[in-house]
């Protein structure tokens, strides 16, 4: 098991670009979140996934940002028409039922938007 | 929203001293947990706590739920160079069953050799 896995690792793209970014949780784990941090403060709740039905997404999530787990395994996040304040860190996390606090987060995906 | 209120913001230590920072929240919590975030990495989990008044350890670290339920700490014992990191307390958000958490901004800890 290589934990959870975040592709690519930093992005650079222009203001108005399209992102997509994806994430390969730990198999098991029937739970995948997606969580957005910027310099200085913790990381903010996006979107979340039980197997592949997207249960609740938050207000930070603008209808610009859409994100997808086809058959419950692998997930993406789109973001279209990328703005500066889009610039960030994103994380993707998942956790078991068992387990389910117990967050394993990937590395991220650094965004930034020039 | 429900926010978490870590401190300090950062602390300055010499490889060897002990640690303690702690988290507040207006509102109670069930679950408190710790992450560490390295640079440029995910924040990994340290330490979860799922009662009132439970103290757990994890080698050289050990953290306690709040009485209160308002509030979680966390100390580190004999400070070593790879300590160095964010450590984050986190929450459950309120409602639902989606275990989504609230993070608190973070403690920069920085231990000098």
């Known amino acids: 098991d290589t934990g959870v896995s975040q592709n690519p690792r930093h992005k650079i793209t222009k203001r108005g670009q399209n992102v997509t970014f994806r994430c390969d949780p730990i198999s098991e784990h029937n739970r995948l979140y997606w969580y957005r941090q910027t310099l200085g403060q913790g990381p903010e709740f996006l979107t979340y996934f039980q197997n592949e039905a997207q249960l609740e997404k938050s207000r930070l999530l603008s209808d610009r940002f859409s994100a997808e787990r086809p058959k419950g395994s692998f997930s993406t996040l789109e973001i279209q028409r990328t703005e500066q304040g889009d610039s960030a860190m994103y994380l993707c996390a998942s956790s078991q039922p068992s387990k389910p606090y117990g967050y394993t987060f990937g590395s991220g995906t650094r965004l930034t938007v020039v | 929203g429900q926010q978490l209120n870590q401190s300090p913001q950062s602390m300055f230590i010499q490889e060897g001293e002990d640690v303690s920072m702690n988290c507040t929240s207006s509102?109670?919590?069930?679950?408190w947990l710790w992450y560490k975030q390295d640079p440029g990495e995910g924040p990994v989990l340290l330490i979860a706590?799922?009662?009132?008044?439970e103290l757990t350890s994890n080698g050289r670290l050990t953290a306690q739920f709040g009485i209160t339920r308002k509030d979680s700490f966390l100390n580190i014992s004999a400070s070593i160079p790879s300590d160095v990191g964010i450590y984050f307390c986190a929450g459950p958000n309120s409602g639902g069953s989606n275990y989504k958490l609230t993070f608190g901004k973070g403690t920069l800890l920085t231990v000098n050799p």
């Open positions: 706590l799922y009662k009132a008044g």
């Open positions: 509102s109670i919590f069930n679950t």
